[in-house]
């Protein structure tokens, strides 16, 4: 069963109110994720890849030094469809995570300090 197409508008409106740093352009939900050079580049490409195939729906990618661009539609349905959408947010989830600004349940803070991106030697992804 092929599943039910959002319409420009509603990709547009759902983009805005659920993940704000993807857009729509030519029939597809784009993100670019700029890095820090090429070693975290493949880090964000392999975590897309994995989350990817354990959804089994595939991204069209575009790898560069120092960014990686991120675009879905549902080949079979020729559009934008919840498995997009639920993709991107699980990557947006996943690649976004900083723990050092996480709150653990009892309001502590994490354990886990986060990429020290003052040391350019650690740099990892540019987070918006």
Same mark, same amino acid.
Do not use: C
């Given at each position: 069963?092929? #599943?039910?197409?959002?319409?420009?508008?509603?990709?547009? *409106?759902?983009?805005?109110?659920?993940?704000? /740093? %993807?857009?729509?352009?030519? $029939?597809?939900?784009?993100?670019?994720? +700029?890095?820090?050079?090429w070693k975290a580049?493949?880090?964000?490409?392999?975590? &897309? $890849?994995?989350l990817a195939e354990?959804? %089994?729906?595939? #991204?069209?990618?575009?790898?560069?030094?120092?960014?990686?661009? &991120?675009?879905?539609?549902?080949?079979? *349905?020729? $559009?934008?469809?919840? +498995?997009?959408?639920?993709? *991107? *947010?699980k990557i947006e /989830?996943?690649? $976004?995570?900083? #723990?050092? +600004?996480?709150?653990?349940?009892?309001?502590? +803070?994490?354990?886990?300090?986060?990429? #020290?991106?003052?040391? &350019?030697?650690?740099?990892?992804?540019?987070?918006?």
């Amino acid at each position: 069963m092929v #599943p039910a197409v959002y319409s420009e508008s509603e990709v547009t *409106a759902k983009l805005q109110n659920e993940l704000p /740093q %993807w857009y729509l352009e030519n $029939g597809w939900i784009r993100r670019k994720y +700029k890095t820090s050079g090429w070693k975290a580049t493949l880090m964000v490409v392999n975590t &897309v $890849g994995h989350l990817a195939e354990a959804a %089994w729906h595939h #991204p069209d990618l575009t790898v560069s030094y120092a960014y990686l661009i &991120v675009k879905l539609q549902t080949h079979d *349905a020729k $559009g934008i469809t919840d +498995k997009d959408f639920e993709l *991107a *947010a699980k990557i947006e /989830q996943v690649i $976004g995570w900083q #723990p050092a +600004k996480e709150v653990n349940a009892d309001s502590s +803070k994490s354990a886990l300090e986060g990429t #020290p991106n003052e040391d &350019v030697r650690f740099k990892y992804i540019k987070y918006d």
